[in-house]
């Protein structure tokens, strides 16, 4: 009968495995334990056939011990799911005692397990009850059969289950090797010698320097300079911002250009690239680099790939990649320098490209062209935003902080000549765009010019306490003690807890 009983596990975990869509967990042919799962409506069903006599009622619970072991151990195949699970064992003889009323769900820490005693007098009638609660048709498992025959039918299902699970296998690792990581390489060094040649020219953190060698910047975009949204991707603002983008390229491009291949790989990455510059071209005004967008372009395009390999996904990468995107997007509601519309922007992007060209080995056509459809709308819609979000107050703003850089860069006839055009379109930054400018005449002898500046900062906004502070200084260094005396005075009124100004006003008095 020993071999009889082999041969039932062997043919039910064939049935449930090639008739009922569960899949294999683990086999150990050694010691005929063999572990099924399935996923039916998102509620897992985790059966386990284990084929062995227990005569002691004591020895089932020793054995459910180990399965709660093994359970927890492996317990992030079944993170955040409902779990069933279906112990059944099959064997002569049931235990002696009496075990049925036993708390199998304490005992496996569970709440919906079950456990079928497929004894040789009640095996079939336990099966079909097992079948029935799992909505499957019960199958021909009859044992009609002499021990040679069931002898070779165990070695030929064992040696069947075994090169489905292998060829399972091999399919699943197939996945995540169809291409190799040589463009990710090519894009680290672009970004790396982009980075060394800006620092090289100027710095990697002054506007002026970013905005002349390609960074984001919508007024020019506006004014028919799009090829900056492609070379944007290839800047990057300071060391950290550096650093952070290519650790984060170099793990996520490897294993999207695995997954994808190196040519899916590109399209999916500069796709997602545009895309983010483009959110940040409309949600953005401020000056913006760096490879973010088309990074969080990779994230989309692993979430691509988990809707179609769920399962596989949440054991692998799913629910670390979940987080990380989470932190990401945390992060950057919390900072106001990231720049969100670009991150939320390559992520879309990156989901939309990766559907266009989709997985290898994967054709759909009429979903491919409707994606490719819904990506070139939200590109047109976004320009059409962004170009209509563009005005007066964006380019005087980045203008304001343009100046103001140029001038603690000592470069201060570059500030003159940058707010000389800005005035031309101030919008309401013109105090600022004067002061700036004032400060920058200052620092190269032009007092005159200086003091014209701050008397009209001082008209258009009374309360600008550093206008009345810079100009009591020139009046001091023109001789004009009274003058001086009066705006120390107005600019220690308006912020009586600036020391320098309270320090001013004394000594003037």
């Known amino acids: ?143 009609e059969i002499d021990e040679q025959e069931a002898e070779g039918q165990v070695h030929y299902l064992k040696q069947l289950i075994a090169t489905s699970q292998c060829e399972k296998k091999r399919e699943s690792e197939a996945l995540f090797t169809f291409g190799k990581p040589m463009l990710t390489y090519v894009l680290l060094a672009l970004n790396i010698l982009a980075y060394l040649f800006i620092e090289y020219k100027g710095s990697t953190t002054s506007i002026t320097t970013l905005i002349e060698y390609g960074a984001k910047y919508n007024p020019a975009i506006v004014d028919g300079e ?147 459809v819904a990506y070139t709308l939200a590109i047109v819609l976004m320009i059409i935003l962004g170009i209509q979000q563009t005005d007066d107050e964006t380019y005087a703003l980045i203008q304001v902080k343009q100046s103001q850089q140029l001038n603690e860069q000592q470069q201060f006839q570059e500030a003159i000549a940058l707010t000389n055009k800005a005035l031309d379109r101030p919008g309401n930054f013109e105090a600022e765009l004067l002061f700036n400018r004032s400060y920058a005449y200052t620092q190269t002898g032009q007092l005159s010019e200086a003091q014209k500046d701050l008397e009209q900062v001082i008209e258009i906004d009374p309360e600008f306490a550093e206008a009345y502070f810079n100009l009591a200084l020139i009046y001091r260094q023109m001789g004009e003690v009274d003058k001086a005396s009066k705006h120390a005075s107005e600019a220690t009124k308006l912020k009586p807890d600036n020391e320098q100004f309270q320090e001013l006003s004394q000594k003037l008095n």
């Open 1 to 143: 009968m020993f071999v009889k009983q082999e041969y039932f596990l062997w043919k039910l975990a064939h049935d449930l495995v090639n008739q009922q869509g569960f899949e294999m967990l683990h086999v150990n042919v050694d010691n005929s334990e063999i572990w099924l799962e399935r996923d039916k409506r998102g509620k897992v069903q985790v059966i386990r056939l284990f084929h062995g006599q227990f005569n002691w009622r004591n020895e089932l619970i020793r054995d459910l011990e180990r399965i709660k072991l093994q359970m927890k151990q492996n317990k992030r195949l079944f993170r955040g799911k409902r779990l069933s699970l279906y112990c059944l064992y099959i064997s002569e003889y049931p235990p002696v005692d009496e075990w049925e009323e036993m708390n199998q769900s304490e005992l496996t820490n569970h709440e919906q397990t079950t456990i079928h005693y497929l004894d040789d007098v009640h095996k079939m009638e336990r099966v079909k009850a097992l079948y029935e609660e799992l909505g499957m048709r019960v199958p021909d498992l009859s044992l």
């Open 226 to 372: 799009w090829w900056r949204i492609l070379s944007s991707m290839f800047l990057h603002i300071g060391t950290l911002h550096l650093l952070m983008n290519m650790l984060a390229l170099y793990y996520l491009g490897a294993a999207v250009e695995r997954i994808y291949g190196t040519l899916r790989f590109t399209f999916i990455y500069f796709l997602a690239g545009i895309f983010g510059g483009l959110a940040s071209f409309m949600l953005n005004p401020q000056v913006a680099a760096g490879a973010s967008g088309a990074i969080f372009g990779l994230f989309g395009a692993l979430l691509y790939f988990g809707v179609h390999y769920k399962r596989l996904f949440f054991r692998t990468m799913g629910y670390n990649l979940i987080f990380v995107i989470g932190i990401n997007l945390a992060f950057g509601i919390l900072v106001p320098q990231v720049d969100n519309g670009a991150h939320m922007g390559g992520l879309l992007g990156g989901f939309i490209a990766s559907a266009v060209c989709n997985l290898p080995k994967k054709k759909q056509w009429v979903f491919q062209s409707f994606a490719a």
